[in-house]
């Protein structure tokens, strides 16, 4: 049977890209309608789209297998937007105020727009997270009411390459899939594997993936900072490949004998770890090639942690992705890091029902999707397919990306974690360059009546003084009239 609401998300990870459909529930719940794994690794690397066209090719072939699966069209999907070259930087924002003025929400959003234009060379603002406001010299988060001197805006710019960001809208454009909403993956991740309790007290989401691991940083329910540090798991399957094996062998042997950290003591050094029939490496070799990577990860995740936050962490460190299924990955962590509350995040906090074993194998490799899937509201369900891809009835094409949100939101209007597409974006710069066009023919038009204004009065002075002048000399043409007939009277 065909369904008839859904909701279609897609992650371009950098070794499988994921699309997943699944339906809302009234409890709340989240049921898994299909899923669709493929290969990525020859066109993303970490997470960086970098061959458009296959990129393209395979967005269209998950859209196609979800929908024999779904046997419905889909109109639209949710994207995720992550990968390398993703980077926080801290931006203050300063409005000096008359004495006794009171801070009004115009003011804050004139400081949230000045921030929101700050340009940075190749480098697109995806998202703005206000930090806190300071009013005089009190920290606020809600600065509106109070009176003030100075109103300073603190604000954490969340940037990515112009370049990835357009590759990325041009492939769902090649593959005639529209995009119902973009979110910063790392954000949506965050909402579906932290609590509250973790975000308010300060935490660390570390997602350890194939080619690159994030690290965000929340304190009192704010993202503190979020980088992409180009490390994964696959940096340790070619550090093993490098003891003369193919790259397949070398993730066999990881996942088979891999550990984050060994005890000393219990690496046996007259032990042979096979690579195939006729080849073996000796186990403490194989533990020092594997544990030293894990220390590189390790160290680059923990020197992103901003200072003022790394004794904060009452939250502690909450590891998930694929990597976090690696054998003593929390004793590494802690014995580097020094943090002793650390959880593994395997599955989402949603209710989540499927019969598809890659969701079900709660491993943390399918949170990020999951967490892209719970953030959509927007039904993304097209026509009825019948067996054969044929629609029943009259065909309804994809809703255009131009068209989703003919009303293009403001920086400002969106929810956080949510980017504006492509589309978006030029809707709201024709906008503006139509009001700004607007504005400079109101302000020409004022200038044009100010000029006729002037001529005017110009006009009326002349003529006022020309009257002036006729009259004087009528009074003196009279008055030497009178003094040459006097004498003729006498």
């Not at 279609?8 to 309608?33: F, H, P, Q, R, Y």
């Not at 003593?328 to 599955?347: L, P, Y």
């Amino acid at each position: 049977m065909a369904a008839k609401e859904f909701i279609v998300a897609i992650e371009l990870g950098s070794s499988k890209m994921t699309g997943i459909a699944g339906k809302k529930n009234l409890d709340g719940s989240i049921s898994v309608l299909a899923v669709v794994k493929e290969d990525s690794s020859s066109f993303i690397r970490k997470g960086v789209i970098y061959n458009i066209d296959k990129t393209a090719q395979c967005i269209s072939n998950i859209v196609k297998k979800l929908t024999t699966q779904l046997k419905t069209s889909i109109s639209h999907v949710y994207v995720g937007v992550g990968g390398q070259s993703i980077r926080s930087l801290k931006n203050v924002i300063v409005k000096n105020l008359p004495a006794d003025t009171i801070v009004t929400q115009e003011m804050v959003n004139e400081l949230m727009d000045a921030n929101r234009n700050m340009t940075y060379q190749d480098q697109e603002i995806l998202d703005a997270a206000t930090q806190e406001y300071k009013v005089d010299n009190q920290y606020q988060m809600d600065p509106v009411g109070i009176q003030c001197t100075r109103l300073e805006g603190n604000f954490l710019n969340i940037l990515w390459r112009k370049m990835f960001y357009r590759n990325l809208n041009k492939c769902f454009d090649l593959a005639e899939v529209s995009i119902a909403e973009m979110y910063l993956a790392p954000l949506a991740l965050a909402d579906s594997v932290l609590t509250d309790a973790e975000k308010r007290s300060g935490c660390a989401l570390v997602d350890l993936g194939a080619d690159t691991t994030t690290v965000s940083v929340y304190y009192k329910n704010i993202l503190r900072h979020l980088a992409v540090i180009p490390l994964g798991s696959n940096n340790i399957t070619k550090d093993i490949a490098s003891l003369q094996m193919e790259e397949s062998n070398a993730e066999q042997m990881k996942l088979r004998y891999g550990s984050a950290w060994t005890d000393n003591s219990e690496i046996d050094n007259s032990l042979q770890l096979n690579i195939d029939q006729d080849r073996s490496v000796e186990s403490r070799k194989f533990v020092e090639i594997v544990e030293g990577r894990i220390e590189e990860i390790i160290e680059n995740v923990w020197y992103q942690v901003p200072s003022d936050y790394a004794d904060r962490l009452l939250g502690g460190l909450i590891l998930t992705g694929g990597g976090s299924n690696m054998k003593n990955i929390e004793t590494a962590f802690r014995n580097h890091t020094h943090i002793d509350k650390i959880r593994i995040a395997k599955f989402v906090q949603q209710c989540i029902s499927a019969k598809d074993p890659l969701i079900n194998a709660r491993n943390g490799m399918m949170n990020t999707v999951l967490g892209l899937l719970a953030k959509g509201d927007m039904n993304c369900a097209g026509a009825e397919v019948d067996s054969n891809g044929d629609l029943f009835g009259e065909q309804k094409p994809a809703t255009p990306n131009n068209e989703l949100h003919r009303e293009p939101r403001k920086p400002n209007e969106l929810s956080p974690g949510v980017v504006q597409t492509e589309a978006e974006k030029q809707k709201a710069e024709e906008e503006r360059r139509k009001q700004e066009e607007a504005e400079e023919a109101a302000r020409q038009a004022e200038i044009e009546a100010e000029e006729r204004r002037r001529q005017e009065e110009e006009e009326e002075r002349k003529r006022r003084e020309n009257s002036g002048l006729k009259k004087t000399g009528k009074k003196l043409k009279n008055f030497l009239k009178s003094l040459i007939s006097e004498p003729e009277d006498e």
